[in-house]
């Protein structure tokens, strides 16, 4: 079972992020377990109506909205383990600022909240969860030390700025206006996490909205289809699964 973390006291300096990142948080919560309403049948004919489950020994995400419903499970999935390991990391109060934690363990709330949102809405959702429900997957890090203060901050940037990518390039892919609007309150608090981490990195600069994430003609977010996404995650995911169903 994880963890839980108290959080610290927050310091006066602090209060505007802080507040910032709380609020954006609870916006997810807000938006109730509203996934519903789609058809029962899995359609062999059309790509897009294929439900997630297991296809060729390996589970597949699916096609349609579920199927980006579930690919956005899977991303969640990874980001709450990454920053359930950072704020349980034996070196987190000793070698992270008071600022460096205090951001960490709202991210580590957030991601968290955002993971068990999909969980529960697809699982009461789904025609059959038992079988169509993307099961809970296994990460692995390679030499990453989660006590070690810039290779978690990198990490986290990595993971924050391919998780608004991500939404940004799926978006296009929903068809329900309800599911749209979800993944847009939530990509727009990921972006809220991508600006902390870029600023945790290299205070008071311009990063937390650069160049690399931020197009500067169009002033746009950075988009990516979920095979680039799923090659990124890949990275750090050991479960096999398929995605036959996504671009």
């Avoid at 690919?71 to 008071?98: C, H, M, P, R």
Wanted: hydrophobic share 40%; with cysteine.
């Amino acid at each position: 079972m994880e963890n839980v973390v108290n959080i610290q006291e927050v310091k006066p300096s602090h209060t505007n992020r802080r507040s910032f990142l709380k609020i954006s948080g609870l916006s997810v919560v807000g938006a109730g377990l509203f996934i519903a309403g789609c058809s029962n049948s899995d359609d062999n004919v059309n790509p897009s109506n294929q439900l997630p489950g297991i296809r060729n020994g390996k589970f597949d995400l699916g096609g349609g909205d579920f199927g980006v419903l579930t690919y956005a499970y899977a991303l969640e999935q990874l980001e709450a383990d990454f920053y359930t390991k950072v704020v349980n990391a034996s070196g987190f109060n000793t070698n992270f600022t008071d600022e460096d934690r205090q951001v960490l363990i709202d991210l580590y709330n957030h991601e968290v909240i955002h993971r068990e949102f999909f969980k529960a809405a697809l699982t009461g959702a789904l025609p059959n969860p038992s079988i169509q429900l993307l099961p809970g997957l296994a990460f692995s890090y390679g030499s990453l030390n989660f006590s070690n203060r810039d290779q978690v901050l990198a990490t986290a940037k990595a993971l924050e700025d391919t998780g608004v990518a991500a939404y940004n390039g799926a978006g296009k892919l929903i068809t329900n206006p309800d599911y749209l609007l979800l993944a847009g309150k939530i990509v727009s608090v990921e972006a809220r996490h991508a600006s902390a981490i870029r600023s945790l990195i290299n205070p008071d600069s311009k990063d937390f909205a650069g160049d690399d994430v931020v197009n500067t003609t169009t002033g746009l977010d950075v988009a990516k289809k979920p095979s680039e996404v799923i090659t990124i995650a890949d990275t750090f995911i050991t479960t096999e699964f398929t995605a036959l169903y996504l671009p």
